[in-house]
């Protein structure tokens, strides 16, 4: 199976609409704090300019923080996200 045939198949395994519902749901259920609220607004912000552009300079976050404040919560909002964009 070539590259472009997996990364075809991975876009069309998540449903988008179902995915975008997880993201509302997960953030209901777990709701995100001042500064996560802030990190995944940012993230969304910088999606949006890789995506709206063919040539962009690569993109890279860190997200760091003490055990227990959430990173592994918003890093399953910001995959939902990406998948109910069809990027995954």
Same mark, same amino acid.
């Given at each position: 199976?070539?590259?472009?045939?997996?990364?075809?198949? #991975?876009?069309?395994?998540?449903?988008?609409?179902?995915?975008?519902?997880?993201?509302?749901?997960?953030?209901?259920?777990? +709701?995100?704090?001042?500064?996560?609220?802030?990190?995944?607004?940012?993230?969304? /912000? #910088? !999606?949006?300019?890789?995506?709206?552009?063919?040539? /962009?300079? +690569?993109?890279?976050?860190?997200?760091?923080?003490? @055990? @227990?404040?959430?990173?592994?919560?918003?890093? @399953?909002?910001?995959?939902? !996200?990406?998948?109910?964009? @069809?990027?995954?």
């Amino acid at each position: 199976m070539s590259f472009f045939n997996i990364v075809n198949l #991975l876009c069309t395994k998540y449903d988008r609409a179902t995915q975008l519902q997880l993201n509302e749901h997960l953030e209901v259920a777990q +709701p995100s704090n001042v500064e996560q609220k802030d990190f995944f607004e940012r993230f969304k /912000h #910088l !999606f949006h300019i890789v995506q709206s552009s063919d040539e /962009h300079n +690569p993109v890279f976050i860190l997200l760091t923080s003490s @055990g @227990g404040t959430g990173k592994s919560c918003i890093l @399953g909002k910001i995959a939902a !996200f990406v998948r109910s964009e @069809g990027s995954i």
